[in-house]
Each structure stands twice: as structure tokens, then as C-alpha cells.
């Protein structure tokens, strides 16, 4: 990208967000406390609490392909043709960089810039084409107004607080391009189950949720907070991506969701639900084995929104 690229940053603030409270409830000072003494697993600046390790590298791998299977590829048709030659792309939130890293590959003409506020994105071994910063979006995106030509965002959903989303999406209508695109995608953390004691145990996450600041249902909002920052919805895609049936698609998401839960969550699960280390295993293995049989899914949503060519002047 070389002196092109220099033109595209601009200063932005770099004072990280408080950290945000779970509430005065005995049970969320519980949760809190356990946060607070893992802080390795969450960046001060954000409210994601899952690791940043080689095994969650590798979870993040793995539902990548997971969602480029169930919404059969990276881009939504409406938007395919952002993909020309001389395109810049960003990926807010790119983790490891996976969806950048086959995009990348796949369209060498293309630029792609990857953007995460942890650097576990790769810093050498990389297409030519890819290119990978740190930086909070919170904080307001590193580059000039109109810059990129679709600009993708991905399964965000524990990284900010629900009152947070509005601020993204202005961010990153900020640096569309007029007529470029942006493409969202959210699975949600919530489970539909025809079993009562699986929609149990949702209900209870979802109240964990609710009170750390998350929005539980952001897939459904995408095309609402898309509308509110100034783009024009042009294609929403849903999908229900089933747990534990239904084929491969099912097993892996339910490997993603036996990785979430017995990894560093469970002892999140462990404080809020006052359960010891055996009662918490044999609570979670019952969840698990219960979502084939009830048909327990959750919901994909994806939505490419567009900015207009020409903005409304001011009078």
C-alpha cells in the first residue's frame, strides 16, 4: 500500500473506556470479581472477556468458516461489487485476522486492513495485500473520512456494551466511502430449544448478559442501528444455525459452544450460578446433550447497508 496507505490515518484518541460495572447485585460482584482477577482474558478498552490465547485463536478460526458455510460466503451478493480492483476494504474487529487472510487470498488486487484492539492478528507471515493494526474503534478509527469501499464487521457482540453500538456504526459511516458499503454479521448468544431446561439455562445467560451491558439480540438490531447511523439497507439475510444437529454445521457449533463454556467462562458461570466445579460440569454436559434432540438453534443475521452517494448538505 506503501505512501497511499500513509494517507489514509489520521490521529484519533487513544484513552481507553472505563471499565464498565456489572451491577450492585451480589451475584454481579461475583461476576465482576472474577473479571477483574483475569484481566488478562479482556483488553481495558473493551467488554470482550473470552482469552486471547492460541486456543480461542483457533475457535475464532474454526466459526469463520463456520459463518462463511451457513451464509454461503464472505460477501453478500449486494455487495460483491465493492470488489474491484484498487478497493480498499477494513475489517473492524478482525481477531486473528481470518476473514481478512481469505478474502485477502482470494482477491489479490484488492487492499484489506484488519483492526483489533489485541494483536493476535498475524504481523508477518500475511498476503502482501493485508495489513493489520491495533486500534480501538471506541476510540475512533485511525483513518480519514470516506476511505474505504465496504468496510465488515463480524460477531462483536461481547466486545461492546448495547449502549456502545450507536458509536460504532457512526465510526465506521464515518470512514465509507459515498455509495460504499457496510456488511455486518452477528450469531447470537442466545438459544431456541423446545426443552425447558436448555431455554432455562438461556434465559440465564442472557440475564448474565443483560446485566454486564451486552445486548442479548444484536443480529435483529443490525438493520435498525445501520438505518440510524445514515445507511440505506439493502440486504438482510437470516439464518437459524442449528446445535447439534443438522449435519457438520451443527456439531462444530456445538464444539464452538462446549470450547466457550468449559473454557475460562465456566468460572464466570461458576460465581453467577453459586455451582462448584463438578455441579458445573454436569450442568453444562446435560445442556449440551439436550440440544440435538430438541432441535436447539441459534440465530445468523447479516446485513449489507449502503452509504448514499450523495449527503444531505446542511441548510
Not at 486473528?96 to 484489506?112: C, H, K, Q, S
Not at 447511523?229 to 446445535?243: E, L, N, S, T
Not at 473454557?263 to 440440544?291: N, S, W
Amino acid at each position: 500500500m506503501g505512501q497511499e496507505q500513509s494517507k489514509l490515518w489520521r490521529k484519533s484518541p487513544t484513552t481507553p473506556s472505563d471499565e464498565k460495572s456489572f451491577g450492585s447485585s451480589q451475584q454481579s460482584q461475583q461476576t465482576a470479581s472474577w473479571i477483574r482477577k483475569h484481566e488478562k482474558v479482556k483488553s481495558a478498552s473493551s467488554s470482550y472477556f473470552l482469552p486471547h490465547d492460541d486456543r480461542e485463536v483457533d475457535r475464532l478460526h474454526q466459526l469463520n468458516f463456520v459463518m462463511k458455510e451457513v451464509f454461503q460466503g464472505n460477501i453478500l451478493s449486494s455487495a460483491e461489487h465493492c470488489l474491484q480492483e484498487g478497493a480498499l476494504i477494513l475489517d473492524v474487529g478482525c481477531g486473528p485476522g481470518t476473514w481478512v487472510l481469505d478474502v485477502a487470498t482470494e482477491y489479490p488486487e484488492i487492499e484489506f486492513v484488519g483492526l483489533d484492539v489485541n494483536s493476535i492478528f498475524p504481523e508477518t507471515i500475511k498476503p502482501p495485500n493485508a495489513t493489520f493494526i491495533r486500534a480501538n474503534i471506541l476510540s475512533g478509527l485511525p483513518f480519514e473520512d470516506d476511505t474505504f469501499d465496504l468496510v465488515h464487521m463480524k460477531q462483536m457482540n461481547l466486545a461492546y456494551q448495547k449502549e456502545e453500538w450507536p458509536k460504532v456504526l457512526d465510526e465506521i459511516f464515518r470512514v465509507t466511502k459515498p455509495g460504499g458499503f457496510a456488511q455486518l454479521t452477528e450469531i447470537g448468544s442466545i438459544l431456541t430449544s423446545t426443552d425447558p431446561v436448555v431455554q432455562k439455562f438461556s434465559e440465564r445467560i442472557e440475564m448474565l448478559l443483560s446485566a454486564s451491558g451486552n445486548d442479548t439480540h444484536p443480529g435483529i438490531r443490525l438493520v435498525e442501528l445501520e438505518e440510524n447511523a445514515g445507511f440505506k439497507v439493502i440486504q438482510h439475510d437470516m439464518r437459524r444455525i442449528p446445535m447439534g444437529w443438522d449435519g457438520a454445521i451443527g456439531d462444530l457449533m456445538v464444539d464452538d459452544l462446549r470450547q466457550v463454556l468449559f473454557g475460562p467462562t465456566k468460572q464466570f458461570l461458576m460465581a453467577a450460578f453459586g455451582m462448584e466445579v463438578h455441579e458445573c460440569d454436569t450442568y453444562l454436559e446435560d445442556i449440551i446433550g439436550r440440544l440435538g434432540g430438541s432441535k436447539t438453534y441459534k440465530e445468523g443475521h447479516k446485513v449489507a447497508g449502503q452509504k448514499p452517494e450523495q449527503m444531505e448538505q446542511d441548510v
